[in-house]
């Protein structure tokens, strides 16, 4: 038989798993209503185009993996793919051979890499997992650019696509699908 002190324990220990458990799923509610849905278009979840700040994002300067600073205006000239990805993110890892291949493939469209993560995290992930377009390195307050750019939760991976001027065409948040980026860049960028 159970004793008065174990049953009382059980009932305390079972409510505040209970209670714990409802307090997850309010937060879990709470926050999913502002997430926009993965892989979709922040478009139509964005602010106005004016009041995000492409401007400010195109005016940065990132390090590369070698710590040589480059500036984001220095990719333009030509359509530019920026994934904003990092090592410790599954999805952005999984993406990044896709991402190779497509880059690899359109040769006519720059494509970048923004790691919301250390130098040294990137270099030992290249080590290991070939990518032959620029990677930067923006550090973990690179989420504050991902948001200037309409990624209001701040979520990766995270794709912007922008043409040969700098003007912001359209954005991807969550990991991409092959054939929809695919057919996104030819939508966009063929003529």
Not at 56 to 75: H, N
Request: glycine residues 8%; aromatic residues 6%.
């Amino acid at each position: 038989m159970i004793s008065v002190m174990n049953r009382r324990t059980l009932i305390l220990g079972a409510t505040g798993l209970g209670a714990i458990g409802l307090t997850g799923w309010l937060a879990y509610r709470e926050t999913s209503k502002s997430a926009p849905p993965a892989n979709r278009s922040l478009k139509s979840s964005a602010p106005n185009k004016t009041e995000l700040d492409v401007a400010g994002f195109l005016a940065t300067i990132l390090p590369d993996l070698q710590g040589k600073d480059q500036p984001i205006k220095s990719f333009l000239g030509k359509p530019l793919v920026v994934n904003f990805w990092a090592t410790w993110c599954a999805p952005c890892v999984q993406e990044m051979p896709i991402l190779e291949e497509i880059s690899k493939s359109r040769t006519d469209i720059q494509f970048i890499g923004i790691g919301i993560d250390t130098a040294d995290n990137m270099r030992q992930f290249v080590a290991k997992v070939q990518v032959n377009y620029p990677l930067l390195v923006a550090g973990h307050s690179g989420i504050s650019l991902v948001r200037a750019l309409g990624n209001t939760s701040g979520g990766l991976p995270f794709t912007v696509m922008f043409d040969a001027n700098g003007t912001m065409i359209d954005t991807i948040l969550g990991q991409i699908d092959s054939a929809d980026l695919t057919r996104k860049i030819n939508d966009l960028f063929t003529k």
